[in-house]
């Protein structure tokens, strides 16, 4: 035989899983004695087969598991999920407070620097005979920007991880 195609794998694979016909079986076998190159490739699938089988299927889970699952899909978290939430905010609330202190106290006023687009190598490399602005660039307003930013993450946070639980239980509660 020349080459292995995908359909003699597939025969290969169904016959290593014993799901072929009486009259396809004996067409492999005979196959599998005539051949080398068959014989090698149905020994490399077979090697592979076994290797998946003894990891993938070595443990097999307790026959209680689906009982056990099943049974506590109902039962309501023993943990307030508030809690984390909580935790995640003061975080965030933590990280804008120190900013804003940096901001206040003015760490970040002097740092300005400008962008002039005339000296990158790259432009100067094409001589290109337009003059190209200078871009002023402030870090207090990126700053400020990103504090801005945060503040805003930490309202949505604080509304869909604190304040909707807190009232979804307050209404189940109370009807």
């Known amino acids: 035989m020349k080459e292995i195609t995908r359909s003699l794998d597939d025969k290969l694979m169904a016959y290593i899983d014993g799901t072929l ?26 090697a592979a087969d076994n290797l998946l089988h003894k990891f993938v299927f070595s443990e097999q889970p ?18 307030s999920p508030i809690r984390g939430s909580v935790i995640l905010l003061v975080g965030i609330l933590t990280v804008v407070g120190i900013v804003a202190g940096f901001v206040s106290v003015g760490l970040f006023d002097g740092a300005m620097t400008v962008f002039n687009m005339n000296n990158l190598n790259e432009i ?36 869909r991880t604190v304040l909707k639980p807190f009232f979804r239980k307050r209404i189940r509660e109370s009807i």
């Open 21 to 46: 016909d009486d009259t396809e079986t004996l067409e492999v076998y005979d196959l599998l004695q005539r051949d080398i190159k068959f014989k090698h490739r149905y020994d490399e699938l077979l």
């Open 62 to 79: 307790s026959p209680a598991f689906t009982n056990n699952v099943m049974n506590r899909l109902h039962e309501t978290p023993k943990r």
């Open 124 to 159: 100067q490399d094409y001589k290109i005979p337009v003059t190209l602005p200078t871009v002023p660039f402030d870090a207090k307003m990126l700053v400020n920007v990103i504090l801005l930013v945060n503040v805003f993450l930490a309202l949505i946070v604080l509304d």
